[in-house]
């Protein structure tokens, strides 16, 4: 367990506390470790801000503050990891408690006057110190530090409730246990090798079971022929977290409503867009009905394509036939193979999946100048890897990133990266970064391909981060700039100058020629149109619910219903909509905010994807920077100009 320093200790002058670089790892906790970490840590974090309140004057405020958030980051980052990935019910419960209790301490921390006081009158001596003062008066006066103290109390109280209304919301979903069953014959069309997989979820009458949260969902979806097992499946799936999560859901944005009205503002999507780029609910709401205006005829006729495909296919007359949401991936991967004869499955072994990860790590090392070393640590799980990012030049240790790669019990269902410790240049403190996805053994699709990629692109961006202050590290950007530089990332998937290393990587692997990467991207962009519209749908449905809370599964229907192919009668979607109950309500716009910027930035590579020159300038201006500057400022710089969306827009239109 990480020793935890005196208190006189931590706050002592100079500055840079003497630390030699090196790992810093995840202990291996059980629930009585992970409770007395926690404890243990919060516990110090209150004695040193007693500390700070008792010291005058402000010179020394920012070295402090940092010293402080380092102590915190240091609880909640192996909590919050823990809580989506232990094998344990029990690590993963007192996790959740532990991150109730810091964002309560967090609330506490910002609702200290003393400590307001101590910041807002501190005088910066650089851009970095002036960024970070802006930050914490934001943080301040969001915690309603500036309220009276009836109205402080209430706004604490109710960002302590959304803190246990998003875990109990998450856990609903994570542990959702409903199964589906299928029969041999509702099982036709999927791969031999997909059935060997999932051959020990078989129930004494030989029937398979899979998880309504399984990863095998997204193979299934596109390759079983019985459409009635697709529509339990897409039911089953669309309905985790049940009914318990629409009232939560529902009791979040109320609170949320609150918590903007007590500040001051008419909405929570008002209040909570202040402090994003868009800064406003007015050019959310622009860019949106830009977006639809683009997407809303390519989607409808995209899934006229579909009912065509399906009259076909099922011998019904094309007026008679109606295309259902469970049956938009069977019959874009049914004209995909007939189009551009392009089958995900095949490509599984054009991807391998441990020389996948070895394709990521080659594309970063080449763009960013790095290195990788694998040690053997203690993990959660066996199955769990683990990386030193080194400095190719100086050989100079960065950080370190676990990858956790494969599905389990309990394990958090979808791909994400967890920034377990953030960086402090002037505290020489080094970053700690998870990548957690749910990969086949077999191989991967492309798509799943761009899933790892995407979400390794986030990783680096945590493990290259090199701030000055440890609040300002990595990932801790506005949220609608987090996905721009993963989904530029994803893009190496796609072109032919990125694919071409994986001839490194496994030279004896089948490898895509021109002609295959070229259809695979006709392919892509076929359905891209359904795919932005959903994309739009749940943009508008955050920013409804943000700016009028009603009940979650109304507003659903009558918004899903609108769209192109209707709402599917008999699913909660909102129920496991966990973006929205947690960190990005009234952010999830920022999907498509970010890939307008990710394109844009992609372009500074022309022809040359793999221009080391070019990387290292994104990782010096971008990924280093953290949030110690304003990001749209990171990218004009590495641009040489204003950000443009002309790409973007012209992607999403299909004219390429």
Not at 195 to 206: E, K, P, V
Not at 342 to 355: A, G, H, S
Request: charged share 25%; proline share 4%; with cysteine.
């Amino acid at each position: 367990m990480r020793l935890v320093l005196a208190v006189a200790a931590l706050l002592a002058l100079p500055v840079a506390i003497a630390n030699t670089p090196s790992r810093h790892l995840v202990p291996e906790y059980d629930e009585a470790g992970l409770t007395r970490m926690c404890d243990t840590g919060l516990a110090t974090a209150r004695k040193v801000i007693r500390v700070m309140e008792r010291r005058k004057g402000s010179s020394t405020i920012f070295e402090e503050w940092n010293r402080l958030a380092m102590l915190i980051d240091d609880v909640a980052g192996p909590a919050d990891l823990l809580v989506n990935v232990h094998p344990v019910q029990a690590v993963r419960s007192a996790g959740q408690v532990c991150l109730q209790n810091v964002t309560s301490l967090n609330t506490e921390l910002f609702q200290n006057t003393k400590l307001f006081i101590r910041v807002s009158q501190a005088n910066p001596i650089n851009e970095h110190q002036a960024k970070f003062k802006k930050d914490l008066v934001a943080g301040f006066e969001d915690s309603g530090v500036t309220l009276q103290p009836l109205q402080r109390k209430k706004a604490k109280d109710i960002l302590d409730k959304l803190t246990e209304l998003d875990q109990l919301f998450l856990r609903n979903v994570r542990e959702d246990a409903t199964k589906v069953s299928f029969t041999p014959h509702e099982v036709e069309g999927l791969p031999q090798a997909f059935l060997q997989s999932i051959a020990s979820d078989r129930d004494t009458d030989g029937n398979y079971v899979l998880a309504s949260r399984s990863p095998s969902y997204s193979t299934f979806m596109r390759v079983a022929k019985d459409e009635a097992a697709r529509r339990r499946f897409y039911i089953a799936r669309q309905n985790r977290g049940g009914e318990a999560n629409l009232e939560i859901l529902f009791s979040m944005f109320k609170l949320r409503q609150e918590l903007a009205e007590l500040q001051g503002y008419p909405t929570y999507a008002s209040y909570a867009l202040r402090r994003k780029i868009a800064r406003n609910p007015e050019t959310v709401m622009n860019f949106l009905a830009r977006v639809k205006d683009v997407v809303t005829s390519v989607a409808t006729r995209e899934v006229e394509e579909l009912r065509e495909a399906k009259s076909r296919d099922t011998g019904t007359l094309l007026a008679d036939t109606k295309v259902e949401r469970w049956d938009v991936d069977y019959y874009q991967e049914v004209l995909r193979h007939e189009r551009f004869d392009v089958d995900q499955e095949r490509l599984r072994k054009y991807f391998p999946t441990n020389n996948s990860v070895d394709f990521a790590l080659l594309i970063a090392q080449t763009l960013y100048g790095l290195k990788f070393r694998e040690a053997t640590v203690p993990t959660w799980n066996p199955d769990v890897r683990y990386l030193d990012v080194l400095d190719s030049r100086t050989n100079q240790f960065i950080a370190g990133i676990y990858l956790d790669l494969y599905p389990r019990e309990g394990k958090y269902g979808g791909g994400v990266a967890f920034p377990i410790r953030g960086d402090s240049r002037i505290a020489n403190r080094k970053a700690l970064c998870a990548l957690v996805v749910n990969l086949s053994h077999d191989g991967l699709t492309q798509s799943q391909l761009s899933v790892l990629v995407h979400e390794f692109g986030h990783t680096f961006h945590c493990a290259l981060s090199n701030v000055d202050y440890n609040p300002q590290a990595g990932l801790n950007v506005k949220t609608d700039f987090v996905e721009a530089p993963s989904r530029m990332f994803e893009e190496w998937t796609r072109r032919e100058q990125g694919l071409d290393l994986f001839k490194q990587v496994c030279p004896e692997c089948v490898h895509l020629t021109r002609d295959d990467i070229d259809r695979l991207q006709a392919a892509r962009r076929f359905g891209e149109g359904i795919g932005y519209e959903a994309e739009w749908l749940r943009s508008i449905y955050d920013m409804a619910l943000s700016t009028k809370p009603e009940p979650p599964l109304e507003l659903w229907k009558k918004l899903e219903g609108a769209t192109s192919l209707g709402h599917a009668q008999g699913t909660m979607f909102p129920a496991s909509f966990s973006h929205i109950a947690g960190g990005m309500a009234a952010g999830y716009y920022s999907y498509l905010w970010s890939e307008a910027l990710a394109l844009d930035m992609l372009s500074a590579f022309a022809s040359n994807m793999l221009d080391p020159t070019v990387g290292s300038r994104f990782r010096e201006y971008v990924l280093s920077q953290g949030a110690q500057r304003e990001e749209i400022d990171l990218v004009r710089d590495f641009l040489g100009h204003a950000p443009s969306s002309q790409m973007f827009f012209t992607e999403i239109s299909g004219k390429h």
